[in-house]
T-cell receptor, first 119, second 116 residues
Framework: GAVVSQHPSWVICKSGTSVKIECRSL??????MFWYRQFPKQSLMLMAT?????????EQGVEKDKFLINHASLTLSTLTVTSAHPEDSSFYICSVSDSLGLAGKREQYFGPGTRLTVT | AQSVAQPEDQVNVAEGNPLTVKCTYSVSGNPYLFWYVQYPNRGLQFLLKYITGDNLVKGSYGFEAEFNKSQTSFHLKKPSALVSDSALYFCAVRDITRGSARQLTFGSGTQLTVLP
């Protein structure tokens, strides 16, 4: 399967600052990337879906101006948490998918996650 | 709408015993079903998937799952548990309806603890 990396793996920032999380697909052309957030002992909640070169589609309840997603290439997507607050502290996981074959059969490969702590 | 239910938050089993982690799903079309495992502070690792074909799917690390359409279930099983299997397990479903595909929907997760 595809190798997906995230950077940083752990970040602590002060309230009011912005933080950028990178998701890289190392050996895979990721036409679609997904961003999830996961609170402790809870499931993954999809935040947004982005296709390379176009604007991201956000899930209901996710503020697009707060969680900026850029998917400029087939190997890189970034999630920027703007004006972070303590309630944004969470585990953020990216996932990648290609465009080959039927949409339903496409594999999704997950990154190792980024732990964000806002103080 | 599509949904997944994992009725057990926690499953404890003794090492060497068989284990089962339950999952039921609800979709309007045909389901594609997945199991993932997550270790602490790590992303999800793919275990297995059901798309079509044989109802018994074999996956990584000796895990298998059985698709039961009448019961809308996709329980994860392993004949002999290892302490290293202790982790958080997620069931996920993707609904395929009339050629379109929706995003993966995850269950709430089941914490498996294998006792030595």
């Amino acid at each position: 399967g595809a190798v997906v990396s995230q950077h940083p793996s752990w970040v602590i920032c002060k309230s009011g600052t912005s933080v950028k999380i990178e998701c890289r697909s190392l050996d895979f052309q990721a036409t679609t990337m997904f961003w999830y957030r996961q609170f402790p002992k809870q499931s993954l909640m999809l935040m947004a879906t982005s296709n390379e070169g176009s604007k991201a589609t956000y899930e209901q309840g996710v503020e697009k101006d707060k969680f900026l997603i850029n998917h400029a290439s087939l190997t890189l997507s970034t999630l920027t948490v703007t004006s972070a607050h303590p309630e944004d502290s969470s585990f953020y996981i990216c996932s990648v998918s290609d465009s080959l074959g039927l949409a339903g059969k496409r594999e999704q490969y997950f990154g190792p996650g980024t732990r964000l702590t806002v103080t | 709408a599509q949904s997944v239910a994992q009725p057990e938050d926690q499953v404890n089993v003794a090492e060497g015993n068989p284990l089962t982690v339950k999952c039921t799903y609800s979709v309007s079309g045909n389901p594609y079903l997945f199991w993932y495992v997550q270790y602490p502070n790590r992303g999800l690792q793919f275990l297995l998937k059901y798309i079509t074909g044989d109802n018994l799917v074999k996956g990584s690390y000796g895990f298998e799952a059985e698709f039961n359409k009448s019961q809308t279930s996709f329980h994860l099983k392993k004949p002999s548990a290892l302490v290293s299997d202790s982790a958080l397990y997620f069931c996920a479903v993707r609904d395929i309806t009339r050629g379109s595909a929706r995003q993966l929907t995850f269950g709430s997760g089941t914490q498996l603890t294998v006792l030595p």
